[in-house]
């Protein structure tokens, strides 16, 4: 049974910085391509950032480049994403997905969904 399970979330001021983790368990990894997702109060669910985890290519919202950074510990099968200059437009609830695909820069298709963590950020 596929588990991904985050963590980290909380509430930072502008200008600061917090990192998600994404802890995943119930299959081998290699094929797959992790990602991060966020959804705001009244909006549609957007994507974030994503790993493939053979090689470690990522791929990034415009929205998000240059502040954010995804990375991926093998021996932990754990995926993070590490938010710096963080604004209050970043305020949602982040989860981490998995799909069974190379492809990170599809945004679609994703498989399986953790319970989501809630990032606030004050102005």
């Known amino acids: 049974q596929v588990q991904l399970v985050e963590s980290g979330g909380g509430l930072v001021q502008a200008g600061g910085s917090l990192r998600l983790s994404c802890a995943f368990s119930g299959r081998t990894l290699s094929s797959y391509t992790m990602g991060w997702f966020r959804q705001a109060p009244g909006k549609e669910r957007e994507f974030v950032a994503a790993?493939?985890?053979?090689?470690?290519?990522?791929y990034y919202a415009d929205s998000v480049k240059g502040r954010f950074t995804i990375s991926r510990d093998n021996g932990k099968n754990t995926v993070y994403l590490q938010m710096n200059s963080l604004k209050p437009e970043d305020t949602a609830v982040y989860y981490c997905?998995?799909?069974?695909?190379?492809?990170?820069?599809?945004?679609?298709?994703?498989?399986?969904w953790g319970q989501g963590t809630q990032v606030t950020v004050s102005s």
């Open positions: 997905a998995a799909k069974q695909s190379f492809v990170i820069v599809n945004t679609a298709g994703y498989d399986y």
């Open positions: 790993i493939r985890w053979s090689g470690g290519s990522t």
